[in-house]
């Protein structure tokens, strides 16, 4: 059993990359009660195993590791109609994620800066969709547009705020 | 990358994340991310964000209260009515359009080859005021309105601006929303003003016009100086479109599908095409299982398929057309136009590129074959017992030829042309000619796709037509 600076190490270490080891759960699996389940089942595996972890590694990258064998676990387990991407392509993305996720906090104030430069329909969609948690069919109502157009503005929009965040990290590469 | 690939793969990472996508859909995603590294990163990239967005609300946090500083003293999400929804739409659609002179999108391309266009022709491109020829396939535009038009190839369609187009010739389906109401298409002899609506149209380059409402109200301005005239659903101005009395037998009114290219077409150069919905055409298919039901004639597609895996599965599409028109006239040439149904069942992954033969009934007797009672027990051509089960039986039938569909195409027609096909309805004496569409290829694994192609029940897609060329 860890002693209590272990312990202490241990949630240093999780406080600190809880949003950066979420966003990478959430990036693998995007529904959001099964990614809620699987960072749960992540956090006590990672807390169990803690004395193999060696202090001064990489934290995050051992974390995302261990958070990716719960995802290949959990997909095994989920029904077969849900027809999710193969281990392989999950391990693909895995390594492409990782990258981004390495980068977290610079790509958050980013998105951050380029969400409120959003014109207000377009944030307003963005708010109903991500941060009220609504269904596509539900935005399509409040919005009285069809599934299929919700659909399409919102890649529009999340096109744009690609391109704004790819800059402001531009900006802040050049200025650094 | 370019901007089409990467706003497609944003949609279905979207859509992904809803779990709405297809298994055939998840099969291609698959693909091109195993073999596109860039389309890999991208897609990595739209997940990595929507997880930003929806894992926490700090972005969310300082938005709002930027919001609040400057404007808005109550934040919208708390308040918002049935009137303020109404503005966001609008707002969209009026923020999508205007600065850089774009007025439509063209947001779906499937299987198109385009002729002189002056317009950008790639899925997802901003169109501003120009000519769009579509040769193959079909093609959605979105204006800025609201308005959508499907285009069906071969048509010619001038973008005016967001509430006017013009179609100089070819069919198109218009659906305007109630906010687009008084949407207009002008033809050379007619403008129609659409008042909410789904409607086809038809025109030629020589003024002839067919405008057919699938529902609400739709105004015809002949430029003869006719009388304005409205149409309402089920409605239906023929200005010498097609021949009155080449057209199909009177079919059932109450329940009007998507407009569909009149059973019988004159394009004037000696060629003449007949549909499935002519006469007494029919379309239907049989699967080898004794459970099946014997309903297939009423599915809006014909199923076809080799497995020698599980031989319960397999499947043979039959069609009939009715050759009446053609009676007693010399036939030059003919072709077979199918249109690929996309297919839910099986994966595409597990079907190679395919190849498909067409056979001729040589049996006349046979042709009486009815939609209601085609099943495997009875079929023409056909043994229930015969070991071969994606073919007919060899010695009653004569192959008219093959085509292929490669792996994962789910969407374009397929034709089929020549000497054999030309002579086996040109040797036809009781003015039916029954045809047999069978795969040639099996699946490499289990659950392969099922391949289907469009019959005269479908809403959407045209059914099979034959084109003969008369002298």
Redesign the interface.
């Known amino acids: 059993m860890p002693d209590t600076d272990r312990t202490q190490e241990f949630l240093e270490l999780l406080t600190h990359h809880d949003?950066a080891l979420?966003?990478?759960?959430?990036?693998?699996v995007?529904?959001?009660h099964d990614a809620d389940d699987i960072l749960q089942q992540t956090k006590m595996i990672l807390w169990r195993c803690f004395d193999q972890f060696e202090t001064g590694t990489n934290f995050l990258a051992w974390a995302r590791k261990t958070a990716f064998h719960q995802v290949l676990t959990h997909r095994r387990h989920k029904k077969r109609e849900?027809?999710p991407?193969?281990d392989?392509?999950l391990e693909?993305?895995h390594d492409?994620?990782s990258r981004?996720?390495d980068s977290g906090d610079r790509?958050?104030d980013a998105?951050?800066a380029c969400?409120?430069k959003?014109?207000?329909?377009?944030?307003?969609?963005?708010?109903l969709r991500?941060?009220?948690?609504m269904?596509?069919d539900g935005v399509a109502e409040?919005?009285?547009?069809t599934a299929g157009?919700v659909?399409?503005?919102?890649?529009?929009i999340?096109?744009s705020?690609?391109t704004c965040?790819e800059k402001e990290l531009q900006l802040e590469g050049a200025e650094a | 990358m370019k901007?089409a690939d990467?706003?497609r793969l944003?949609?279905l990472?979207?859509?992904?994340?809803?779990?709405k996508?297809s298994?055939m859909e998840?099969s291609a995603?698959?693909a091109e991310?195993?073999a596109d590294a860039d389309a890999?990163?991208f897609?990595?990239?739209?997940?990595?964000?929507?997880?930003?967005?929806?894992?926490?609300?700090?972005?969310?946090t300082?938005?709002a209260a930027?919001?609040k500083s400057t404007s808005k003293p109550i934040w919208?999400?708390h308040a918002?009515t049935a009137a303020a929804?109404?503005c966001?739409?609008f707002?969209?659609f009026w923020?999508?359009s205007g600065r850089d002179g774009t007025v439509a999108t063209l947001?779906r391309a499937q299987q198109c080859q385009w002729a002189g266009s002056s317009l950008p022709t790639v899925e997802g491109a901003r169109l501003k005021p120009g000519l769009l020829d579509l040769i193959e396939g079909l093609a959605v535009l979105?204006f800025d309105s609201g308005a959508e038009l499907v285009l069906e190839a071969p048509a010619t369609v001038e973008v005016l601006d967001a509430m006017n187009c013009k179609l100089r010739r070819g069919t198109l389906v218009a659906e305007v929303p109630p906010q687009a109401k008084g949407f207009s298409i002008d033809t050379k002899d007619a403008k129609v003003i659409d008042w909410g609506t789904k409607f086809g149209l038809s025109a030629g380059d020589d003024g002839k016009y067919m405008v057919q409402v699938l529902e609400g109200l739709v105004e015809v301005d002949d430029k003869s100086g006719a009388a304005t005239k409205k149409l309402e659903k089920g409605g239906k101005v023929d200005h010498g479109w097609s021949r009155s009395l080449l057209h199909p037998t009177a079919g059932d009114d109450s329940e009007p599908s998507r407009w569909q290219p009149a059973a019988v077409i004159d394009s004037g150069d000696g060629w003449q095409a007949i549909t499935t919905a002519f006469g007494r055409g029919k379309d239907s298919y049989i699967q080898s299982s004794d459970k099946t039901a014997g309903d297939f004639g009423a599915h809006p597609f014909i199923r076809v398929k080799r497995s020698d895996r599980k031989i319960e599965l397999n499947r043979k599409g039959y069609l009939a057309f009715d050759l009446s028109k053609f009676s007693g006239r010399p036939i030059e040439d003919a072709e077979l136009v199918l249109t690929i149904e996309p297919s839910e069942l099986g994966f595409a992954s597990f079907v190679p590129d395919s190849t498909f033969a067409v056979y001729g009934v040589l049996d006349e007797a046979e042709d009486s074959w009815e939609e209601s009672d085609l099943t495997w027990q009875h079929a023409p051509a056909h043994d229930p017992a015969q070991p071969q089960r994606n073919l007919p039986l060899a010695a009653k039938v004569k192959l008219l030829g093959k085509f292929e569909i490669a792996q994962g195409i789910n969407r374009g027609t397929r034709k089929l042309r020549g000497k054999d096909l030309a002579d086996f309805i040109a040797a036809d004496t009781n003015q039916i000619a029954t045809l047999i569409i069978c795969r040639e290829t099996d699946e490499t694994a289990d659950s392969g796709l099922v391949h289907a192609f469009a019959t005269k029940e479908n809403d959407t897609r045209s059914a099979p037509m034959l084109r003969v060329k008369v002298k």
């Open positions: 949003r979420g966003v990478y759960v959430y990036s693998m995007p529904q959001p849900a027809m991407l193969s392989e392509i693909l993305l492409e994620v981004l996720s790509r958050r998105l951050r969400v409120t959003l014109p207000a329909a377009h944030r307003q969609l963005v708010t991500y941060y009220e948690d269904e596509i409040r919005i009285r547009s157009a659909y399409r503005a919102l890649s529009r999340r096109m705020l690609m965040v | 901007p990467q706003f944003l949609e990472s979207e859509r992904y994340a809803d779990e996508l298994a998840i995603l698959e991310l195993r890999r990163a897609f990595a990239k739209a997940l990595h964000q929507r997880a930003e967005l929806s894992f926490d609300d700090s972005w969310h300082q938005a930027e919001v919208w999400r918002i929804a109404a966001i739409t707002g969209i923020l999508q947001i979105r």
